[in-house]
């Protein structure tokens, strides 16, 4: 039934679209069983991708809400044993978006209408900081009144993230949310000859932005909200900088996020555009709505050349909770943890 609901997916036709080997699924081992759930229309060979789990394992993919780590193709192939993957690393590669969609599909996740984000409210401008001795332009966006809320946001995305935050009419009576673009991601251009050659972001480069953004902008102590890299920098921050500091929210906050970074990411036989945000979508919560879903992958698809490979050597490589956060003092402010269960790379326990 998932393959037949595959095959009249428009997005999941346009993701398969000149993809240079087939795909197919089957139970177990039984080539019997084997069904090909997309051929493309002109192989450049026979070998294929095939993915082969028992039965009792495609009824989890199937489950609206699957145990962690069958809410995708990504994390089924890295964590589930019985769970095979056969075919070339580059053929996967190229056709993760694709896989991803199939695993929505599989669970009932069918085309819905697109979310609506009134965003009239929310009010964008540049601004100039000096970084490392540059004058540095960021993109910065705000919306509410009252004590400032600093949003830093995602490996490879920018600040549209928080805009279902920044809308919110609640939130704007109470806080003055404020979000900005790293240096060339979302609106703000790269750092000083940064362009095209995806500088590794440095831990302390990201805290003089972070400490920057607060002191031009919120110009007081901030609560600083921060999801995956922007929460291990917002409790960074804590840390090194509290006197800048009056709280912290911290989403999906890795303890040390080892095997994030990955060569597919900045690969030129891939399409960034396609590849990268899949490879996101793969940690969402399955019951995430599909419009939300797609509107946040969309984010990522429009990331800059290497950015997000770029953003990862920081939260894959660098940084690591019990070094980098000795003596974050928690009796000056408050500090909330909010972790989900279907993240793979920063995981509740």
């Not at 069958?70 to 056969?86: G, H, N």
């Not at 480069?205 to 890299?229: D, K, T």
């Amino acid at each position: 039934g998932g393959a037949a609901r595959g095959e009249g997916d428009r997005e999941f036709l346009v993701a398969t679209r000149r993809l240079p080997v087939p795909i197919a699924m089957q139970s177990g081992k039984d080539p019997a069983s084997r069904i090909t759930i997309r051929q493309p229309d002109t192989p450049l060979q026979d070998a294929g991708i095939l993915l082969s789990a028992p039965s009792n394992c495609w009824e989890h993919f199937l489950a609206a809400a699957p145990p962690p780590n069958f809410q995708s193709f990504t994390a089924a192939m890295r964590f589930v044993d019985v769970f095979e993957v056969i075919g070339e690393p580059l053929h996967i590669a190229q056709a993760l978006h694709a896989l991803e969609r199939f695993f929505e599909i599989l669970r009932g996740q069918i085309d819905t209408p697109h979310p609506h984000i009134d965003r009239s409210a929310i009010q964008g401008r540049y601004i100039q900081v000096s970084l490392n001795g540059e004058p540095t332009t960021l993109y910065v966006e705000e919306s509410g009144v009252g004590a400032p809320l600093v949003m830093l946001h995602t490996a490879g995305a920018d600040s549209r993230q928080y805009h279902g935050l920044m809308a919110d009419s609640a939130l704007q009576s109470r806080w003055r949310m404020i979000a900005f673009d790293m240096p060339g991601h979302g609106r703000s251009p790269p750092s000083p000859g940064g362009a095209w050659t995806a500088p590794l972001l440095q831990r302390d480069y990201y805290l003089s932005i972070c400490n920057a953004v607060i002191q031009h902008c919120a110009r007081a102590r901030s609560v600083l909200l921060g999801c995956s890299m922007g929460a291990a920098m917002a409790l960074y921050t804590a840390a090194r900088n509290p006197e800048n500091v009056a709280g912290v929210v911290a989403l999906e906050a890795p303890w040390k996020a080892t095997g994030r970074l990955s060569p597919m990411l900045c690969n030129p036989q891939l399409n960034q555009a396609a590849h990268n945000p899949a490879y996101v979508r793969g940690l969402m919560a399955p019951q995430s709505p599909l419009g939300m879903r797609r509107e946040a992958a969309w984010i990522y698809s429009q990331g800059g050349f290497g950015m997000y490979e770029a953003d990862l050597h920081f939260y894959s490589e660098d940084f690591d909770a019990p070094v980098h956060l000795a003596g974050l003092d928690t009796s000056q402010f408050e500090v909330s943890l909010l972790t989900g269960a279907y993240d793979y790379s920063a995981r509740p326990e």
